[in-house]
């Protein structure tokens, strides 16, 4: 088997695990690639032109979220532009409604806010408490500098794997 035919199959069977819908169909693809019989530095190079290309497709896939998100951004404040002119322009005539041919405009009152202004000042009982939190990247730089690891935490230090 060329190295060419061995990452076909191995996009094919990628594909299908990126397919499956249940555990099994997940499972059957696993054991396909275990099946193969090819070696292990034959696999290594078919998942790493596989992965590399995942990686990849990530990353226009990210691209394009940022861009649509960027577009959408853009979309909400030119439609909350137009809201705010049209509600200027009626106050400013002093219209509480247009009829159009798609829909109404009208001035409705919002429901009333609370803004804070000086929290200090605010009795206690409009106060929420609030949970406490630990921060664990102090805790990971006390244990770096100091090497004490601190009661009731557990500093691990798992192997991962790197393709570059």
Not at 9 to 30: G, H, M, N, P, S
Not at 83 to 110: A, F, H, P, V, Y
Not at 117 to 136: C, G, R, T, Y
Request: hydrophobic share 40%; glycine share 4%; with cysteine.
């Amino acid at each position: 088997m060329t190295l060419y035919e061995i990452e076909n199959t191995y996009i094919d069977l990628f594909r299908q695990l990126e397919d499956a819908e249940t555990d099994e169909e997940a499972a059957e693809a696993w054991a396909a690639l275990d099946e193969l019989g090819v070696s292990l530095a034959e696999k290594a190079e078919a998942y790493a032109r596989v992965m590399l290309n995942y990686r990849a497709e990530a990353e226009a896939l990210k691209a394009e979220r940022a861009r649509l998100e960027k577009r959408q951004r853009t979309l909400e404040r030119t439609a909350e532009g137009l809201k705010r002119r049209m509600l200027e322009g009626m106050e400013r005539l002093d219209l509480s409604r247009i009829d159009t041919s798609i829909g109404r405009w009208r001035l409705q009152r919002n429901p009333p806010s609370c803004q804070v202004l000086n929290p200090s000042v605010v009795p206690e009982a409009f106060h929420v408490p609030q949970p406490d939190k630990i921060d664990s990247r102090a805790i990971l730089k006390h244990y770096r500098e100091t090497g004490e690891l601190i009661d009731g935490v557990d500093i691990r230090q798992d192997m991962g794997v790197r393709f570059a």
